[in-house]
């Protein structure tokens, strides 16, 4: 800058010298007095002179900006130069930068740190950070002082303009990149082939827990197959290198090894205590199994029972021998293991050990051989001991049989007895007192043949113990299904008792007939299968008649609660059999005492029913004919507005005649109470008088009909026909009568009931026989008025 300083310095004096020199010689001239071709040529000089140093001064901004060119030229050379020598660098010069190897969260991928990324985002901030420096340096064109000489609109570009434009820029920056992505693509390689095999190791590191390995428990084996794994990882560590190179990165597993290498250590010294206490637990069990065998098979019993459980000892720890054997060998393995991972075994340990094998060796060629010889000299007189007592409960078992089937199980007498039908006297308590009792019976028989069956268990496996005689049980369970079906039975019995009490005790008036007959089919059933599986038994069949006659009573109370009988038939019935009538809410049991289910009884009773269905059905006709005429609509129809007539009465009125004569007949019989009898006379008196008001109220209105279509209308101030004003208030009278049937009276019985209905339509029929007779009066020839006649 201080060159172009003193250049701009320089080119500014000669033209204020050139303009001094030029002044002066034209101050002058006139006075010195030179040849003219002198003068000329002095003034010519100066001119050149002066023009060029003004042409060098417009020349200074071109300068000025060809140095700002130079300077950009260089720094562009400098950061081209930088680059080369990173991109050599980069490419020849190894371990130049370090990053560690450490496994992802996911445990299985295997990273950098700093990564790829963190490379590049550090190369691109050194290139950013340099272009940044050098585009730091100020243009001449920039500063103030040169700006009377630079134009505006030729400032130069910055550096880093420039350098994107430069294509060696560009190739030698994509060149690092790619070295860089080229040595990391090399380096991924290398560690997934060389670390890949320890991602196992650290899976496991990251699943360790030595709280949860103390809680599993897990058995000596497992301990051992995760302490050989464990063994395995520790040696692949200790092969672990700390440093890799791969180009110019220095690829460093401290952190990883340091990560590992103390929970592998912490996870291998807890397996080796959690062996080691295995194998003390291991051995003493041994021990105690030994030991607990040695004192079983040391004792000689003298009893039955305790030889039967000394035989037992004998033949379990004779089937365990190759558990006693395998488990001193499981403990000699065990502690084969801690010696094989130097673990140190106690004193105490050795000692256990020796007692281990000392009482195994006793237990099997010492105690076992005599234990045996015992067994084998008492064998015999104890399995015919077994054999005699199984015998005897077997015997026991047939007797209880024979009782179940001959005592008082099997005694009819036990059930409870009911007084015959149409004895005197009060009825029986029907507690089942004696089904109770029997049942108590079988429930004890029950419990004997639970200890039987106890004791001939046991007996037939001592038996096989002993290798006995085969017994089998037979009677045992003969009384078995013989004490059941019994318990089923009487259990039946006391249901019938309880059954049969609530029905004695029932209102004959509040009686369910269909629920009686239902339960009644479910008790027969009940006892047909008891019969099948006890044959010709007398309970059975003492049941059975019980239930049958019950049965034959169904009929009878199904006549006793038909809808037809009432009060005066109760009367009948019992007057029939002769004894005192109970009212309708007596008990069946009142009923069953005055013989009401006895064969003439029962045929009286039909007799009765029949009468009474009879009546019933006399009576329904009756009422429902009542029910059906008082709610009979009478029939109307309108024409013009509020004109109503009666529509098609006469098939009413024929309908009513027929029921009057049914009415008729049926008050004539002795079916009908004197009620209904009552009910159906005013009945009858109502339909006649329907019947005789419908038909003149049907003529009338003809005759109504008729006239009005013959008689010319009313017209009010102008001269009409006599037959008209008389027809004129008839016709209004008539219209009033039917639109009070169509507005008040929506039944025939109460239209045809209305008060002086039938004196209204007489003076309407008089009146129009009147109009009739006016109007033929009036009229010259009947020929007049074609079709009125």
């Known amino acids: 800058r201080s060159l172009v300083d003193e250049v701009i310095a320089a080119v500014l004096g000669s033209v204020e010298r050139a303009e001094v020199a030029e ?31 003004r042409f060098n001064k417009s020349l200074l901004g071109d300068f000025i900006r ?3 060119t130079m300077v950009q030229s260089r720094l562009v050379a400098i950061i081209l130069v930088q680059a080369s020598q990173v991109l050599d660098k980069i490419s020849s010069a190894p371990k130049i930068f370090s990053t560690s190897v450490t496994f992802a969260e996911d445990g299985t991928t295997i990273a950098f740190s700093p990564n790829l990324a963190d490379f590049e985002e ?101 301990i051992i197959q995760q302490l050989s794994e464990v063994s395995d990882h520790e040696r692949e560590l200790e092969k672990l290198k700390s440093v890799h190179t791969c180009g110019f990165l220095l690829i460093e597993a401290r952190s990883l090894r340091s990560t590992l290498v103390p929970i592998v250590e912490s996870s291998l010294a807890t397996m080796k205590g959690r062996l080691q206490t295995c ?8 021990i105690d199994r030994a030991d607990a065998a040695l004192k079983e098979l040391s004792q000689r019993p003298g009893k039955l029972e305790g030889f039967i459980e000394y035989v037992r000892a004998y033949r379990e720890t004779q089937g365990q021998l190759e558990q006693f054997e395998g488990g001193r060998a499981t403990v000699e393995d065990i502690y084969s293991t801690l010696r094989q991972y130097s673990i140190r075994i106690e004193m105490t340990e050795d000692i256990a050990r020796d007692t281990l094998a000392q009482r195994t060796h006793t237990l099997i060629n010492v105690a076992l051989p005599e234990a045996g010889a015992f067994v084998e000299e008492h064998l015999q007189p104890n399995s015919d001991d077994v054999a005699q007592r199984f015998d005897a409960v077997e015997a026991e078992a047939e007797g209880l049989q024979y009782e179940l089937n001959a005592g008082e199980a099997a005694d009819p007498a036990n059930l409870t007895e009911f007084e015959e039908e149409g004895a005197q006297g009060a009825l029986p308590m029907l507690a089942g007192s004696s089904e109770v009792r029997v049942l108590q019976v079988l429930e004890d028989a029950d419990k004997r ?24 049980v037979v009677a045992i369970a003969s009384a078995r299904e013989t004490c059941r079906r019994r318990t089923r039975l009487w259990e039946l019995a006391l249901q019938w008792q309880q ?61 006793l609660t038909g809808p037809a009988m009432q009060a005066r038939h109760w009367g009948q019935v019992l007057n029939t059999i002769g004894v005192r009538p109970p009212t309708g809410d007596a008990a069946v049991g009142a009923l069953q005492e005055a013989g009401f289910f006895s064969h003439d009884s029962q045929r009286a009773l039909r007799a009765i029913s029949a009468a009474a269905a009879a009546e019933l059905a006399a009576n329904s006709a009756a009422m429902c004919m009542t029910h059906v005429w008082m709610n009979h609509e009478l029939a109307l129809e309108g024409r013009r507005g509020d004109y109503w007539y009666l529509a098609s009465p006469l098939p009413t009125i024929a309908l009513m005649k027929s029921d009057v004569n049914m009415l008729h007949k049926l008050e004539q019989g002795d079916r009908l109470s004197e009620d209904l009898r009552k009910q159906t006379r005013e009945l009858m008196a109502k339909l006649e008088n329907a019947v005789e008001t419908l038909q003149l109220w049907a003529q009338t209105q003809d005759a109504f009909f008729t006239l009005e279509f013959m008689v010319p209308t009313f017209e009010p101030n102008r001269e009409n026909s006599k037959a008209s004003e008389v027809f004129h208030p008839l016709r209004q009278t008539w219209r ?54």
């Open 23 to 53: 002044e002066r010689g034209r101050a002058l001239r006139g006075r010195v007095v030179l040849p003219l071709v002198t003068e000329r040529e002095q003034r010519e000089e100066r001119a050149y002179r002066l023009r060029l140093c």
């Open 66 to 68: 060809l140095v700002d």
């Open 122 to 222: 550090v190369f691109n901030d050194v290139l950013t950070r340099s272009v940044s420096i050098v585009d730091g340096v100020t243009s001449l064109s920039m500063a103030q002082k040169y700006d009377a000489h630079s134009q505006a609109d030729a400032k130069p570009g910055n550096v880093g303009a420039v350098l994107e434009r430069d294509v060696t820029f560009r190739r030698t920056t994509k060149a690092i990149k790619d070295n860089i992505h080229t040595v990391f693509g090399k380096a991924q390689s290398f560690v997934e082939s060389y670390f890949g095999p320890y991602r196992n190791i650290n899976r496991f590191c990251r699943v360790w827990d030595a709280a949860t390995f103390e809680s599993q428990g897990l058995p000596h084996g497992k």
């Open 279 to 286: 194998a003390r637990e291991s051995c003493r069990h041994a």
């Open 449 to 472: 043949i639970k200890e039987m069956e106890d004791s001939a268990a046991w007996l037939i496996d001592s038996l096989k113990l002993l290798h006995g005689p085969e017994r089998k």
């Open 499 to 559: 059954s049969v009490s609530q029905w004695i005790s029932a209102s004959i008036g509040a009686f369910d007939v269909r629920a009686f007959r239902s339960k009644l089919e479910a008790y027969r059933l009940a006892v047909a299968s008891s019969l099948q599986e006890l044959p010709r038994d007398p309970v059975a069949n003492a049941m059975q008649s019980r239930v049958a006659a019950w049965l034959a009573r169904v009929p009878a109370l199904e006549l």
């Open 736 to 789: 009033q009568l039917m639109h009070r049937a169509h507005t008040t009276y929506r039944y025939v019985l109460p239209a045809t009931s209305q008060p002086s209905l039938l004196s209204t339509l007489r003076k309407i029929g008089t009146e129009m026989v009147r109009v009739r007779e006016l109007r033929e009066a009036q009229l010259v020839s009947p020929d007049d008025e074609t079709g009125w006649m």
